[in-house]
Nanobody, 129 residues
Framework: QLQASGGGLVQPGGSLRLSCAVS????????IGWFRQAPGMEREWVSS????????SYADPVKGRFTISRDVAQKTINLQMNGLKPEDTAVYYC????????????????????????WGQGTLVTVSS
């Protein structure tokens, strides 16, 4: 189960911290992705990270402004969003998929929403003055 929280209204240039609480998984070998969907737009990938270990990846529009991090003790994946812009306005979702392997090689987290089998409810982020 995934539970996203932390959305709200913020002025341009402001910051928000989204959290994705993870529970009920039989293993910790999965990846978490953050996606967003603006009104009238398709859902787009924002960032992802393996829950257990490994580097993060970011979509170009948020690179340098957003930071994804894991807090294993709290069982959350957080998305720190700084320098927010009006175009960041969207419903943000966290999602998970099991890690894929080829032998001992673990594939990095997917950037495709169809690959994610577990979804939390969205949290609305509105950037407006």
């Amino acid at each position: 189960q995934l539970q996203a929280s932390g959305g709200g209204l913020v002025q341009p240039g402001g910051s928000l911290r989204l959290s994705c609480a993870v529970s009920g998984f039989s293993s910790d070998d999965f990846s978490i992705g953050w996606f967003r969907q603006a009104p009238g737009m398709e859902r787009e990938w924002v960032s992802s990270i393996r829950y257990r270990e490994g580097p993060a990846s970011y979509a170009d529009p948020v690179k340098g402004r957003f930071t994804i991090s894991r807090d294993v003790a709290q069982k959350t994946i957080n998305l720190q969003m700084n320098g927010l812009k009006p175009e960041d306005t969207a419903v943000y979702y966290c999602a998970a998929h099991w890690t894929w392997y080829s032998g001992t090689y673990a594939y990095p987290p997917s950037r495709e929403s169809d690959d994610y089998k577990f979804w939390g409810q969205g949290t609305l982020v509105t950037v407006s003055s």
